[in-house]
């Protein structure tokens, strides 16, 4: 049974309005599904980063084409993100989600049967259009079929698989490699899609706004260009250089783009984002506190997966599951953060979160050493945990609760697309801080091998061990 919106200003009522479900049984199994959903989606942006090898092995890819098959999912799943949400807001929710989980799903056999890089390649560009379909949508899906005395826990779960997806999809990925060959990475977030398309199904009512005005196609080809033009420069940059012309493109495209958007953003009846609502100052806390976080998270799986691998020697596997006490503080605190920042208000829980993600950042560089090995770190990666697991939810939360319920797709969106801007700066900015360091101080030590080795040490840490 459903309780259907009142009728709002901009249009008439109708059965598929926001949709908040009554019966507490069903809106369990919207939320089961709609987290399964975006564990495919997460686990797939970091399960092929410990398949390299066999990938370069297998189909013959060189290493311009290994990254190829990271970023192409990641820049065609930010780029996306607004465009999509929108689209999902006005044609409804479970139609966009549905249709993303069924491409999602083919798009991962067609990775999984691929034959050469070039076919692996398309693939994983086709599978991050269908994540851009999935994974706004499955936040806006939760926050409008749950009431407010129940949404801000629903989106602490939400928000706890979002940041410890991508350690899950480590883990998963590493198993699997460990044990079998690469196209079985594909099989957990096919399965995981298929499960998550029948929930779909069964659980999820559709919901949408009714506008009258005309889709703003201008906002959505602006945003496109500009989160995907500085996405993919940000990517390109720590390992083809800053230089290099793609990267330069990426990133003068994006710029040039986003001052477009804003320009004609600021001029439409009904815009795409509504650039008003950044003058609320906690959706502006909320978007840079996550931007942080997410930037700090990526730029630390960066660095500590190669050195628990290359520096202290461990499998795949290990590592992988050497990160897992992150996400047994960050998940439960996610829970439970709403509750906290009712009481205590949301920048103070924003403060709080980054001055443990800082704490956790700061004892990793003092304490962590070769001869200390992974207890060295440990400490600092359960505070960077818990800062996250109290920052995360506030800032969504301070995001979708800023637009009203007919643009949840659009603060879904927007909310994912921080996330992702976030993720690639701290690579970026942290990856090219490693490889400089990395490439002066091996300078000296390749100066007596054979060039071929010399060069296969310079390209990174991987390579040299």
């Not at 996405?231 to 250089?241: K, N, S």
């Not at 609502?277 to 660095?303: D, Q």
């Not at 509750?339 to 980054?354: E, I, M």
């Amino acid at each position: 049974m459903t309780h259907i919106a009142e009728p709002r200003a901009t249009g008439a009522p109708d059965p598929d309005d926001a949709v908040v479900v009554a019966d507490a049984k069903r809106r369990k199994m919207i939320l089961v599904a709609m987290c399964t959903a975006l564990v495919a989606v997460i686990a797939s942006v970091s399960g092929l980063n410990v398949a390299q090898q066999q990938l370069s092995s297998d189909l013959g890819a060189t290493q311009s084409q290994l990254l190829w098959v990271i970023n192409g999912y990641t820049v065609a799943l930010a780029a996306l993100l607004l465009a999509i949400g929108a689209i999902g807001d006005r044609w409804g929710r479970r139609h966009v989600l549905s249709a993303g989980l069924v491409l999602f799903s083919l798009a991962n056999i067609a990775a999984a049967t691929a034959s050469s890089p070039t076919m692996l390649i398309l693939a994983r560009v086709a599978a991050g259009v269908a994540a851009a379909m999935i994974m706004p949508v499955t936040l806006s899906v939760i926050t409008s079929s749950f009431p407010a005395e129940e949404r801000g826990r629903a989106v602490g779960i939400w928000a706890g698989f979002a940041g410890a997806g991508g350690i899950l999809g480590l883990v998963g990925s590493a198993v699997l490699v460990d044990n079998f060959t690469w196209p079985w990475l594909f099989a957990g977030p096919t399965v995981l899609a298929l499960a998550a398309l029948a929930m779909t199904f069964r659980f999820v009512p559709n919901s949408k706004d009714h506008h009258t005005a005309r889709f703003d196609l201008g906002g959505s080809i602006f945003s496109v260009l500009a989160v995907g033009g500085i996405v993919l420069g940000i990517h390109q940059g720590p390992e083809a250089g800053w230089s290099d012309p793609t990267t330069v493109a990426g990133l003068v495209i994006g710029v040039v783009a986003a001052i477009a958007f804003v320009r004609w953003e600021l001029r439409q009846e009904v815009p795409l984002l509504d650039l008003s609502v950044f003058r609320n100052r906690t959706l502006a806390a909320g978007s840079v506190g996550l931007m942080i976080t997410f930037a700090v998270m990526s730029a630390l799986f960066l660095v500590i997966v190669q050195f628990l691998q290359a520096v202290l020697g461990f499998s795949a596997v290990r590592g992988a599951v050497s990160l897992l006490p992150m996400a047994a503080v960050m998940m439960p605190l996610s829970t439970i953060s709403p509750r906290l920042a009712d009481k205590y208000g949301v920048r103070a829980l924003l403060t709080a979160g980054s001055l443990f993600v800082a704490g956790g950042l700061a004892s990793i560089a003092i304490f962590g050493s070769i001869e200390g090995g992974y207890l060295s770190v440990l400490p600092g990666l359960v505070l960077v945990g818990i800062g996250m697991g109290l920052a995360m939810t506030p800032g969504t939360t301070a995001i979708t609760g800023s637009l009203p319920e007919d643009k949840q797709g659009v603060a879904s969106a927007l909310n994912d697309t921080v996330r992702e801007i976030g993720g690639a700066l701290g690579i970026a900015l942290l990856g090219s801080v490693l490889n400089s360091g990395y490439r002066s101080s091996v300078a000296s030590a390749t100066a007596t091998l054979p060039a071929e080795t010399a060069n296969v040490v310079k390209e990174g840490i991987g390579g040299a061990y």
